[in-house]
């Protein structure tokens, strides 16, 4: 599997490629806030450069949105990842929602809060470490 650090939209610099991260960018363009988007990435970006991060989203089996964040880092024998052969993965954090709401939208709303202040704010310390 190839990691793939680009998409239509160009929000993948920390972030793997998933169906769910094109999902999420697809929304901020439908709804205007790319912009906040870019910036929160932007924010995520500016430490810890070799820590990747995948974004899932799913459904709690009580139909709540759920998100999770796995992060990974190069193994200590690589240099330059080309593949996931050469992450390892940190840790996985899923986050569910208490109200039934769009799970893309409570996605886009984590990444957001991700973003605000990192790397300082709680949210971003969870996923990141």
């Known amino acids: ?7 239509s939209q160009a929000f993948t610099a920390k972030f793997l490629y998933s169906d769910s991260l094109k999902q999420v960018a697809d929304y901020a363009i439908q709804h205007g806030k790319f912009n906040k988007l870019n910036e929160a990435r932007k924010n995520i970006d500016a430490s810890y450069l070799s820590t990747r991060i995948k974004l899932d989203i799913t459904r709690s089996e009580k139909g709540y949105p759920t998100v999770t964040f796995t992060t990974y880092r190069p193994k200590s024998s690589v240099i330059v990842p ?5 992450m390892r993965e940190i840790r996985t954090v899923s986050i569910t929602n208490k109200v039934s709401m769009n799970p ?15 790397p300082k704010n709680n949210l971003y310390k969870k996923i990141i470490g």
Request: a neutral charge; proline letters at 0%; aromatic letters at 8%.
């Open 1 to 7: 599997m190839q990691i793939n650090h680009e998409s």
């Open 82 to 86: 080309k593949t996931m052969d050469d």
């Open 104 to 118: 893309i939208k409570f996605a886009f709303e984590k990444i957001i809060k991700m973003g605000n202040s990192a």
